[in-house]
């Protein structure tokens, strides 16, 4: 099982982004999903989080700018970056618990992180 981040990239304050987390292998089920962010010299944060049914949880810092979704199907996450400001400027890692094909319980994933820089 693999987790691939994407969509990250330089972005001037007040704009958007995108980014995609896509688990692949040998999968029978995708539990929660998460988006965890690392500031230079800081550590690693919760940004949001969805379960297989949808629902949600944002860190405070992320509430109102910020929209994770996922299409169960693609066994695909988002997140929906709006009024980025430089604060935001971080590592942005995707993380899963994922059932593999012939398992019968849920392992924790982590994608490599998709850099983030919000700066004019």
């Known amino acids: 099982v693999q987790l691939q981040a994407s969509g990250g990239g330089l972005v001037q304050p007040g704009g958007s982004l995108s980014l995609s987390c896509a688990a692949s292998g040998s999968i029978f089920a995708v539990s929660g999903m998460n988006w965890y962010r690392q500031a230079p010299g800081k550590q690693r944060e919760l940004v949001a989080g969805?379960?297989?049914?949808?629902?949600?949880n944002y860190a405070d810092s992320a509430k109102g700018r910020f929209t994770i979704s996922r299409d169960n199907a693609k066994n695909t996450m988002y997140l929906q970056m709006n009024s980025l400001k430089p604060e935001d400027t971080a590592v942005y890692y995707c993380n899963a618990a994922v059932r593999s094909s012939g398992s019968f319980s849920y392992n924790d994933y982590w994608g490599r992180g998709t850099r983030v820089t919000v700066s004019s």
């Open positions: 969805i379960n297989r049914w949808g629902s949600t």
